[in-house]
């Protein structure tokens, strides 16, 4: 059995070492809300000043990230602002009425209270429908909260 998946937004075993007498480095790996998993390290004079620098930096680390979208944004709300970024960047009358029929009538429907999983993960999709556009839609999604910077930044 693989082992479980740290959980986001926390750190696992954080180890300590010795790099020459009187410097030592704390390091953990990090899960951010992207899914993505970091090493992150700090040194301090003594084991535990070190262990304490590195939880002080795992408190705020994702504090000052940024970004509109949060872990409860539903769906929905993340459609409509897909919508309002394609009319502003002048996307033709036909294409944003293909956008808005399959948000209408497949998405805000059926997942569209779902809460928005940040950097979209892939899993769960199979059993849901799927309107003809959905992938160009999802990827477009993706694409405009990064643009926009609606997604908190991680280093």
């Not at 998405?107 to 992938?135: A, E, Q």
Request: glycine letters at 10%; hydrophobic letters at 35%; proline letters at 6%.
């Amino acid at each position: 059995m693989p082992r479980p998946r740290t959980p986001l937004s926390s750190y696992g075993t954080i180890n300590l070492s010795e790099l020459q007498p009187g410097k030592w480095r704390a390091r953990t790996r990090y899960r951010f809300m992207d899914g993505k998993s970091r090493q992150i390290e700090r040194f301090g004079a003594t084991s535990k000043k070190a262990e304490i620098a590195l939880k002080t930096a795992l408190v705020g680390i994702e504090a000052d990230a940024g970004g509109e979208l949060k872990p409860s944004t539903r769906l929905s709300d993340l459609a409509q602002r897909f919508l309002v970024a394609k009319r502003d960047a002048g996307r033709a009358e036909g294409s944003l009425a293909t956008y808005g029929s399959a948000i209408k009538m497949h998405i805000s429907p059926k997942i569209g209270d779902l809460s928005v999983t940040l950097r979209g993960s892939r899993s769960g999709r199979r059993g849901l429908p799927r309107p003809f556009h959905w992938r160009n839609s999802r990827a477009s999604w993706n694409g405009c909260a990064q643009i926009r910077s609606w997604l908190p930044q991680t280093q």
